[in-house]
C-alpha cells in the first residue's frame, strides 16, 4: 500500500472523496449551499426596496405635511418605514392572510366537499370561495 493509505488505515479518517459520485454529492451540497445564500440575498433585498419605496413616499407626505428639517425627516421615514412594515408582517401573521399551501409544500390543503377548490389551509372547515361550513 502507499504511504498515504496506510495513514488513512491507521488514523480511522475517511479518504477524500475519490469516486465519481461522492464527487458529485459535494457539488451538490455546495450547489444547494450557493441557492440557499443566492435566495436569501434576493429575499433582503426585495425587504430593502419595499423598505426604500415605504420610505420614500412617507418621507414625501413628511414633506407637505410638516415644516421638520431634512435629517428629521429622513430619519422618521425610515423609521416610520420599518414599523409599518413589521406591523404588516405581524398582522398578516395573526390573519392567516397567506394561506399555508404556498409557504410549505407539505401542507398542502385538501379540495372543499362542496366546491371542489382547495381550502385556504390544511385544517380549514369553510371554504372562501363558495360559503360552505362544515364545522361541527
Same mark, same amino acid.
Request: proline fraction near 4%; glycine fraction near 8%.
Given at each position: 500500500?502507499?504511504?498515504?493509505?496506510d495513514?488513512?488505515?491507521?488514523?480511522?479518517?475517511?479518504?477524500?472523496?475519490?469516486?465519481?459520485?461522492?464527487?458529485?454529492?459535494?457539488?451538490?451540497?455546495?450547489?444547494?449551499? $450557493?441557492?440557499? &445564500? *443566492?435566495? %436569501?440575498? +434576493?429575499?433582503?433585498?426585495?425587504?430593502?426596496?419595499? /423598505?426604500?419605496?415605504? #420610505?420614500?413616499?412617507?418621507?414625501?407626505?413628511?414633506?407637505?405635511?410638516?415644516?421638520?428639517n431634512? $435629517?428629521?425627516? &429622513? *430619519?422618521? %421615514?425610515? +423609521?416610520?418605514?420599518?414599523?409599518?412594515?413589521?406591523? /404588516?408582517r405581524?398582522? #398578516?401573521?395573526?390573519?392567516?392572510?397567506?394561506?399555508?399551501?404556498?409557504?410549505?409544500?407539505?401542507?398542502?390543503?385538501?379540495?372543499?366537499?362542496?366546491?371542489?377548490?382547495?381550502?385556504?389551509?390544511?385544517?380549514?372547515?369553510?371554504?372562501?370561495?363558495?360559503?360552505?361550513?362544515?364545522?361541527?
Amino acid at each position: 500500500m502507499t504511504e498515504v493509505a496506510d495513514d488513512v488505515e491507521r488514523d480511522g479518517a475517511r479518504p477524500v472523496p475519490s469516486t465519481v459520485a461522492d464527487r458529485r454529492e459535494v457539488r451538490g451540497f455546495f450547489a444547494g449551499i $450557493g441557492l440557499l &445564500v *443566492g435566495f %436569501s440575498i +434576493v429575499v433582503l433585498l426585495v425587504w430593502l426596496v419595499a /423598505l426604500l419605496v415605504l #420610505a420614500g413616499l412617507i418621507f414625501l407626505g413628511l414633506t407637505v405635511a410638516t415644516r421638520w428639517n431634512l $435629517g428629521a425627516r &429622513v *430619519g422618521a %421615514s425610515f +423609521v416610520f418605514a420599518y414599523l409599518t412594515m413589521k406591523l /404588516l408582517r405581524i398582522v #398578516a401573521e395573526t390573519l392567516d392572510l397567506i394561506p399555508e399551501s404556498w409557504i410549505d409544500g407539505s401542507k398542502k390543503s385538501k379540495p372543499c366537499p362542496n366546491c371542489g377548490k382547495d381550502l385556504r389551509t390544511a385544517l380549514a372547515q369553510q371554504c372562501m370561495h363558495c360559503g360552505a361550513d362544515w364545522h361541527s
